[in-house]
Nanobody, 120 residues
Framework: QVQLVESGGGLVQPGGSLRLSCAASGSIFSIYAMGWYRQAPGKQRELVAAITSGGSTNYADSVKGRFTISRDNAKNTVYLQMNSLKPEDTAVYLC??????????????WGQGTQVTVSS
């Protein structure tokens, strides 16, 4: 059984910072891309940032220069450092991993989500 567990969300003032973490656990053969999505009330889920196993990154235009995605392959963990946060960054942030479990098929896995609220 593969699980993705996020942590690090919370309430922060505009201009503040948060760091999200997502650890993949279970019987994993290989992890390919990992990423963070977000979904605000009444809006579609959108890609925030993604990183390949080789370290190539991709960001939404709205977060470029403010957010940094990184990963520790030895720990099966992906991070999202969020700086200069804005109220419009408020959303549930979901971790995603494209991975192949041992004895299973490669597919997308999702975490349960962590709430990020940016408000004064």
């Amino acid at each position: 059984q593969v699980q993705l567990v996020e942590s690090g969300g919370g309430l922060v003032q505009p201009g503040g910072s948060l760091r999200l973490s997502c650890a993949a656990s279970g019987s994993i053969f290989s992890i390919y891309a990992m990423g963070w999505y977000r979904q605000a009330p009444g809006k579609q889920r959108e890609l925030v940032a993604a990183i390949t196993s080789g370290g190539s990154t991709n960001y939404a235009d709205s977060v470029k220069g403010r957010f940094t995605i990184s990963r520790d392959n030895a720990k099966n963990t992906v991070y999202l450092q969020m700086n200069s946060l804005k109220p419009e960054d408020t959303a549930v942030y979901l971790c995603n991993a494209d991975l192949k479990p041992r004895g299973g098929f490669r597919r997308d896995y999702w975490g349960q989500g962590t709430q990020v609220t940016v408000s004064s």
